[in-house]
């Protein structure tokens, strides 16, 4: 989900934001993950990770501070995982969920999620609300980035991600990227063709690529691999993420937070619904 900061008015838009996505999925059932704040597994890798991201706002730790409480009181199935991100969340719920049979959407704002998407996962890129978000399948993300899904993480690791301090190859950027991962299905296969590197990115740009591929210890492109690839395989319990919380207890939750506004949307999603009566096998008497 977007983070947006303001305490209790920042907890309005961020239920008001939560329930438009509800609303647009009419999912079945629900998790949020939120971003480890104490540990960083990336940052221990590589110190540098996300290093130039300036202080947030204390606002913003405020609304950090309120809304897994909130949501939990709501009946929402909240994971934060020790040194983790919530990316780590999505990829694990996605791969458990297709595991299961059934279909994810997640939504998020970080481009990482498009190498999450598959047959039965789609990603609803979040950008300022709910207004201008868009969902993401494998055959938009081929039509609009150039790569596929399971290409994404090497095409931004060769691009870089200035957001995570994570620089890319020298003298690649997207469409080299994307260039390269046309004619090459993976990047080592394009290490493993010198002469053809060469004349897909250019002789100097080329060498640059394969000299750093050489050496593992230091590869830019390694290190961001290794740093922007999202973990599928953390303990998730679908059977947690369906709704279980009377209309009626969300509404009085809602009030104590100063938030019964949003009672009537929030119930919509997240209420426990009444199970299923099975119809008489004969016909009526």
């Known amino acids: 989900m977007d983070q947006q900061p303001g305490g209790r008015g920042g907890l309005y838009g961020f239920l008001a934001l939560f329930a438009a996505v509800c609303d647009r999925v009419a999912a079945d059932g629900v998790v949020v993950g939120f ?66 049979g059934w279909g994810a959407v997640l939504a998020t704002s ?4 498009f190498a999450l998407i598959g047959p ?10 709910m207004d201008n978000a868009v969902e993401v399948t494998a055959a938009s993300l081929l039509a609009d980035v150039g790569v596929r899904a399971e290409q994404y993480v090497e095409f931004a690791a060769l691009r870089g991600d200035a957001s995570d301090n994570l620089p890319g190859v020298t003298g690649i950027g997207a469409a080299r990227a994307v260039a390269l991962l046309r004619a090459y299905e993976r990047v080592d296969l394009a290490a493993a063709d010198p002469l053809g590197c060469r004349s897909v990115l250019g002789r100097t740009i080329g060498q640059a690529l394969l000299d750093d591929l050489a050496d593992a210890g230091t590869s830019v492109f390694r290190r961001n691999v290794s740093l922007m690839s999202i973990r599928r395989d953390l303990r998730v319990d679908l059977a947690r993420c369906r709704p279980t919380i009377p209309a009626e207890r969300i509404a009085e939750r809602l009030d104590v937070w100063g938030l019964g506004a949003l009672a009537g949307r929030l119930s919509l999603c997240l209420a426990a619904r009444p199970e299923p009566v099975p119809l008489p096998d004969g016909p009526p008497a």
Do not use: F, I, M
């Open 35 to 100: 971003d480890c704040r104490t540990a960083s597994a990336r940052r221990r890798r590589w110190p540098g990770y996300k290093a130039n991201r300036a202080a947030k706002d204390p606002a913003l730790d405020e609304l950090l501070d309120l809304a897994p409480t909130v949501l939990v009181e709501l009946g929402v199935d909240v994971a934060v995982v020790d040194g983790w991100e919530a990316d780590d969340v999505l990829g694990s719920v996605a791969a458990a969920a297709a595991g299961a």
């Open 110 to 113: 970080d481009r990482d999620a």
């Open 120 to 129: 039965s996962t789609t990603v609803l890129r979040l950008r300022s609300g």
